[in-house]
């Protein structure tokens, strides 16, 4: 069932945003003469390796720097990046990707290899469905550019101050999926380019529906600031213990 969602949806919005797709490919290509797409090493569902199509936003071969993590005063980002990435039109391609069976509408989000070789056994789990286009985290934390604007290190900021919750919202979704909680999330990522305290809102009702912790709750909220943590799993001793289910 939820195969056939995706494959419907996916080609449906493909083709009804084939005249956006194009102008920003042309746009993309006019600034330097390079293709407009980026594609990028992500791990998908089983630990599989795939390309993951974006458009580009970044200067040619940004991705040689090392750096995986991007904050929004990235000095790679182009002129035109820079819009591409504030309206989310970068994400767009991923619908192929969907298609193709690579990637889900709704899932966690895929990782860049070298993310996923230091995940722990129990973020392994992230990796037991689906990745797809948004999800809890993709709402949650849209605005990852501007948490690590300023950072000396973004990978290592990342891995301190998104990565444990983004995880933790991601497992949450993958024992909680549904095709309901699908709809919902592909509703609120909607709502979220109009309204991001409404769309935050809703997530917290949703999260709190299918039983989250309330620390993910609060965190989801996005009112207070995020502080360092460690990942679920960590092992005893660490800063916080991975949240616990009933």
């Given at each position: 069932m939820k195969r056939a969602f995706d494959l419907i949806v996916a080609l449906a919005a493909l083709a009804v945003l084939a005249p956006v797709l194009l102008a920003f490919g042309v746009l993309i290509w006019l600034q330097d003469r390079h293709s407009p797409f980026y594609l990028g090493s992500r791990v998908g569902q089983g630990g599989t390796s795939f390309r993951m199509v974006k458009f580009r936003s970044m200067v040619v071969h940004a991705d040689r720097t090392g750096v995986a993590s991007t904050a929004g005063d990235d000095g790679r980002i182009t002129r035109l990046g820079r819009i591409v990435r504030r309206l989310k039109v970068d994400e767009?391609?991923?619908?192929?990707?969907?298609?193709?069976?690579?990637?889900?509408?709704?899932?966690?989000?895929?990782?860049?290899?070298t993310e996923v070789a230091v995940y722990t056994d129990v973020e392994r789990g992230l990796l037991s469905v689906r990745p797809g286009v948004t999800d809890f985290a993709s709402i949650v934390f849209a605005d990852e550019g501007e948490i690590l604007r300023g950072s000396g290190d973004p990978d290592r900021d990342y891995r301190l101050l998104i990565r444990p919750w983004k995880s933790r919202l991601g497992l949450h979704y993958v024992r909680r999926h549904s095709l309901g909680i699908d709809l919902r999330l592909?509703?609120?990522?909607?709502?979220?380019?109009?309204?991001?305290a409404r769309a935050l809102r809703g997530?917290?009702?949703?999260?709190?529906?299918?039983?989250?912790?309330?620390?993910?709750?609060?965190?989801?909220?996005?009112?207070?600031?995020?502080?360092?943590?460690?990942?679920p799993g960590t092992a005893e001793g660490a800063r916080q213990q991975p949240l616990r289910y009933a």
């Open positions: 767009l391609p991923q619908l192929w990707n969907v298609v193709t069976g690579d990637m889900s509408l709704v899932g966690p989000r895929p990782n860049v290899p592909l509703v609120l990522t909607a709502i979220g380019a109009v309204s991001r997530v917290q009702r949703l999260l709190g529906r299918t039983g989250a912790p309330a620390e993910l709750i609060r965190v989801a909220g996005r009112s207070d600031p995020l502080r360092a943590t460690d990942p």
